[in-house]
């Protein structure tokens, strides 16, 4: 079916990214206050929008290149399963979606809106193929999205939050420039094309970055559980157990990608793998307890 197509062509099931909008919702303990998350809803919807505008424009510049690419042949675009001019009108839909749900949120978050459609087309031309910045511009997509999160309900980010998101961003970036690596080195790169940004990252630079990545995310995390001001504000050290689940889910990340080059796609890997789906339920459910005073 032709709508089908179009939930490919936007990247819906890609939506799942803004859920980060929803990380100062819960920590701030504001989760069961209907009024922030009515406003959180509506600010994720128009983030979900906003983002498929970036996945469209982006499908629209590098058609050429993805119709000579295994995988990226089969997007709508390059398969020719909806033409150029159809993806403008998608463009334009999206763009008043994106509108209606800004409208009825505040000016700060609408400047978040625009800076990261604004950010990823500047990405999507430019920055993918500058070595670093391609990988602190998807960083930079997260921190925004934790940011849009926090001015839709008028609290202030936490630098525990910005570090953490900034790390964890940082790793999944690194961890799908080390399956495109693999792609690199596996195939016959006259016939495949690769991000050109990818000659700049040797197998033993990517493996350095993702380890401090990886030792950001799981140092930041634990020291953030156990802070003064986290314990103060929850009234309990009990979530530094929630740890465990976070250095589980970098391991397995980094056992998938290295092991079976799954890095590529990372809504694959959330959406797909078993032990991964597992431990990020258990996660927000423990969260979710130790934050509101359950146990």
């Keep these: 079916m032709k709508i089908k197509k179009y939930l490919k062509l936007i990247r819906a099931s890609h939506w799942i990214k803004n859920i980060f909008l929803f990380v100062p919702l819960v920590y701030s303990k504001k989760l069961f206050n209907w009024d922030d998350l009515s406003l959180t809803l509506l600010g994720f919807m128009a983030f979900n929008f906003a983002s498929s505008i970036v996945y469209v424009l982006n499908d629209i510049v590098d058609k050429d290149r993805d119709r000579l690419h295994p995988k990226k042949r089969l997007r709508p675009i390059p398969a020719g399963d909806i033409s150029v001019k159809e993806a403008y009108v ?27 459609i604004l ?14 910045l391609d990988i602190f511009s998807i960083a930079g997509g997260f921190i925004l999205r934790v940011a849009a999160g926090t001015v839709v309900i ?31 080195s596996s ?13 700049n990252y040797s197998k033993r630079f990517i493996d350095q970055i993702s380890a401090v990545s990886a030792g950001g995310v799981i140092v930041f995390y634990a020291l953030y559980t156990v802070s003064p001001r986290t314990v103060e ?11 465990a689940f ?5 391991f397995r990340y980094m056992y998938l990608v ?14 797909h793998d078993v032990s991964t789906i597992l431990n990020a339920l258990l996660y927000v459910a423990v969260t979710l307890l130790i934050v509101y005073k359950v146990i």
């Design 233 to 243: 504000t929850f009234g309990t050290e009990n979530l530094i157990y929630t740890t």
């Design 246 to 250: 976070v250095v589980f889910g970098i």
């Design 90 to 116: 998608v463009l334009l839909v999206l763009g008043v979606l994106t509108i209606l749900f800004s409208f009825h949120l505040n000016y700060a978050f609408e400047m978040v809106v625009i800076a990261y």
């Design 154 to 184: 008028g609290v202030a980010a936490s630098s525990w939050l910005v570090l953490i998101t900034l790390f964890i961003s940082l790793f999944l970036a690194v961890m799908k420039r080390m399956s495109e690596s693999d792609l690199l």
């Design 187 to 199: 195939e016959d790169q006259d016939h495949i094309p690769v991000r050109r940004v990818l000659e």
């Design 258 to 271: 290295y092991q079976h080059h799954r890095g590529e796609n990372t809504i694959d890997i959330l959406l």
């Design 119 to 132: 950010l990823n087309t500047v990405y999507s031309f430019k920055l993918k193929n500058i070595v670093l």
